[in-house]
Structure formats: C-alpha cells, structure tokens
C-alpha cells in the first residue's frame, strides 16, 4: 500500500468520508457509519454540500450528547458508590460498568440517527438503506480533496484532551513533589482541585492528609487519612491516624487508642514500635512514671537482640529523661551517656514518628 492509498483509508474511517458513488447512484453516510441511505440518482453538489454541513451538525450534536452522558455517569454514578461497587463481585460490577453506559450510548445513536433520517427525508427524498462500504476506489476525489485541504479540528480536540490527560496524570506526582519540598500549601491546594475531578484516588487523600497534618489542620487530616484506607480497601494509614490524633485528642482518649492500636496487632515487633510511640507520647504529656516500664520493656528486648522496630538510642534517652524527671539522676546519667555513645549526633524530642510522608 503506498503512501496515497494509506491516507485515503485513513480518510474512509473519518467522520469527513460522508458519501461515496456507487454504481452511479450517491450513498450517504449515516450517523451510525455502520449503515447509509443510497438514491437512485447521483445527487448534485450543491445538496451534498448542504447535507454535509447538517451531518456534521448531527455528528457535533451526538458527540456532545455522549460526552454529557458520560460525565453523567461517572460523576452521579460511579463515584458517589465507587466503594459499593468494588465490593460487587467482579462479574457484577464489569457488568454494571460496561452495559449501562453502552446501553445509553446505543440508544443515544438510534434517536439522533432517527432525526438525521428525517432530515434526509424531507431535504432529499426517500432512500434504501445499504450498509456503508465506502473504499478507495468508489470516494469522491473531490471529497478527498477537501478532506486534505481543510483543518482537521479533531487534532486540536486531540491535543486538548491529552493536555487534560497529562495534567491528571501528573498531578499526583506534582502533589507529592510539593509536599516532599514542604510546600504544602500549594500541595493542599492542587490536591483540592484534582479532588473535586477526581475523587477516588487514594494515594492524593494521603498526600493532602500529610499537608493537611504539617499545617496544624488535624481533625481534616484525619478524614483524609480515612478516605485514603476507604478508597485503597485497606489500613494502611491507620498508624498515621492514630499519629495525628496524638496533636488534638484528650489524654484519656489517645491512652486507649493507643492501648487498642497495640491489642490489635499480632505480632511482637508491632506491638514494641507502638509501645515506643505511646512512651514518648507519655513523656510529652509529663507523665514519666507511665512511660518508665514501657522504656524498661522496650531496652530489655533490645538487650536480649531481639527484632526491633524501634530505635533503641530513642528509648535509652527518653528512659534517661523520665528517669531524671523522677528523681534517678544516677541512671539517667547512665541511660543518657548509652543514647549519646549510641549516635553522637543525635537531637531528641518526643514528636511521634507514626505520620509519615506518603
């Protein structure tokens, strides 16, 4: 096939291939290309040219009514139950996702095509409808003529609707982009928007739950983070959940959710990390004869070279500092000259570690 024949098929599959001749006789294309309307007569320019600029219309008119249809769908539809439907089995909802909008795009095509044949009806006359099979050999030069000249504006909706594409797609690595440069502001402000578009992604709900947590909104936070679990179908935030309301719950309160947190893992090593997180919580809420046993419990594990998902310098210092603050100055002398021989160059502080960036 050469380079001339390749174009003109390219031509056959547009929307700008609107007849052909057949046998003499003209053949129409009809808004659903897989049939057309054949007259007995080879029609005149003129009326081609006048039925040209109606199918386009039609053409205009479908691809708006489907474009509305599909935002429709997805924004009244999909997302509001996003959650119930990944619960559905997979057949179900492939079901429900595929047919509804195929249904709605096929009845779409069979009313505009209904008034499109009206138009031809009363413009023309009366036809026989044929499937239509234009091909290289039976189009008009002059239409293929005009195809090559005229602008092809489906490149500017082309181009227009991949920059829409690249921004959605990228936006999330800007977000986090943003966020790694402790920017949040900007990083809450274009999760904010992509949200509003796109409500389902997780991976945003965490970057904008972390922004939101460096910025002192700590309650919103936690409704990201939850969102963030919803639309993942996991837990995976709820260490960062539990880290955030260390900043606005009452003491009381923070005390059995951490106790919860720790009774709900299995295994040891989670349960130490936890215990290590709820000791400096203690240590920052002055309540140092609390966190003492923790800090034994947690420095006893490390000696015996157990696994550990905590740092052990961190407990030495915070074991030292609570025994100062009770009255030990000696083992707190001993406890912080094993932190500082641990890591020199260490700065402590009982901020928690459980947030994390995303």
Known sequence: MNINDFRKNIF????????????????????????????????????IEQVNIVYRKFTTLINCIMGVEILLYIYLFVFPYYL?????????????????????????????????????????GTFQRVKFQPNIY?????????????????????????MVFLYFAFMPM???????????????????????FIPIFPDVYAQRAYAKFKLGQYDDAVKDYNLANSYSMSNVFD????????????????????????????????????MAEKANYLMKNKKYRQALPLYDELINTYKKCEDIAFAPEEAYYGRGRAKALTGDA???????????????????????NLVNKP
């Open 138 to 162: 039976n189009i008009e030069p002059k239409a293929y003529e005009n195809y090559r000249k005229t602008p092809k504006k489906s490149v500017y909706v082309l181009a227009i609707m991949m």
């Open 239 to 274: 260490l960062d959940i539990l880290g955030v309301k260390t900043y606005y719950l009452p003491f009381d309160e923070m005390i059995k959710g951490f106790d919860s947190a720790i009774a709900k893992h299995d295994k040891k090593i989670e349960k130490q990390f936890l």
């Open 330 to 352: 000696h083992g707190a002398d001993v406890d912080n000259a094993i932190a500082k021989k641990m890591c020199t160059e260490c700065e402590y502080n009982f901020d928690t």
């Open 12 to 47: 056959l599959n547009s929307q700008y291939c609107t007849y052909y001749i057949d046998k003499g006789c003209t053949v129409l294309a009809g808004v659903m290309r897989s049939f057309g309307y054949k007259y007995a007569v080879k029609l005149p320019d003129e009326k």
């Open 84 to 124: 119930k439907l990944l619960q559905m089995p997979f057949f179900v909802m492939g079901l429900i996702l595929c047919a509804i909008p195929l249904v709605m795009l096929y009845l779409t095509y069979i009313a505009v095509n209904y008034l499109y044949e009206n138009f031809l009806v009363r413009y023309i």
């Open 174 to 196: 800007l977000i986090d982009n943003l966020v790694s440069t402790g920017k949040y502001k900007s990083a809450l402000k274009n999760a904010n928007i992509y949200t509003k």
